[in-house]
């Protein structure tokens, strides 16, 4: 078992709250992930992890063991780190070889778990090269092979992917995805890419300023976003928010932008979220409900077209299938269900509904 629990930790660099009370579980085989802004404080989580910090308050347990005073070689965590250097003068076996040899193990054991590693990553086939001759993903899966193949009780990645080109990030993140599956293994991983996140991860844990904002399933967070924060962060194009006011029978958003009809709106919104698929453009000469906006632009990318428009006091995005035949300077109405509308409060929070 290798769950890995954080109660109330907090880790302080001088007058930076790095991590500020941090409570969490992974679950044993998770596939946990980290996601936020630069300098919210993923990469403390993972060295407080891994034993490279000690936690100022609070308490780390790693399979059910308290390991606050249990150095890192202990720990047995193995971490892949933002740099997947390999030694460039080894061949790619001996860069994989190379925990297990420095850590003795026997010849035998050292075979059966190259050969269990290099199948598992496809990677038989290019052992014998130096890495100069690699291609980028084939050195991405070799230096994977190399942290997996000392058999940790977890993994944790660091912002692994990021200096791949777009398509090749893509590739590889459903080659992890795929490789935490088989291998049943616990794995943290850090991310700033959003589109990542919800791709790969189990759970998310959403993090601002060292404090976690909200943890769970990337569709949970998505349908239901515990702060507009949260709301700004997941999903492409961004939720549309808006200032609002309760009304008469419903909400009117940012100055007649848009109105929505709901008996059960809260009186204390303050904002409303509407997600770009969420808003329905119909042309304006249709008559009937919506709002009139006007189409300040359109950005036609194949499967699905983004429009930004105009309406009232306010520009929002609205994010349609295919490539409708909408022009710059088009009238339209525009609507939302209400069951699709956030409501948020005060301070940013979600309003129950
Ligand atoms: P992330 O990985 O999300 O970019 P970090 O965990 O690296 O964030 O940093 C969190 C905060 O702690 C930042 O404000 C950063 O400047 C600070 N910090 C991190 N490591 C150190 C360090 N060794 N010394 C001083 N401040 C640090
Ligand atoms: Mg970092």
Known sequence: MADIVFRNVTKRYGKTLAVDDASFTVNDNEFFCFFGPPLSGKSTILRLVLGLETPDTGEILIGGKPVNTVSPAERNVAMVFQNLALFP??????????PLVERRVAELEIKRRVADVAAKLHIGHILHK???????GERQRVAIARALVRDPNAYLMDDPISALDARLREETRVELKRIQRELGKTLIYVTHDQEEAMSVADRIAILEDGRIRQIGA??????????????RLLGSPM???LRSVRGEGGVEAAEGTIRIA????PVDV???????EDIKVRPWADGGSGRPARVFEVEPLGGYTVVTLAAGQARLKALLRGQPDIRPDAMVAIS???ARVHYFGQSGGALAR
């Open 89 to 98: 003068h080894m061949s790619a076996l001996d860069n994989v070889r190379f």
């Open 130 to 136: 130096p890495p100069a001759q690699l291609s980028g």
């Open 218 to 231: 990337p569709a949970e967070i998505y349908d239901r976003p515990a702060s507009t924060y949260v709301a």
């Open 239 to 241: 939720m549309n928010i």
């Open 262 to 265: 709901d008996k059960a709106a």
């Open 270 to 276: 303050v904002e409303i979220g509407l997600r770009p």
């Open 336 to 338: 939302c269900e209400s």
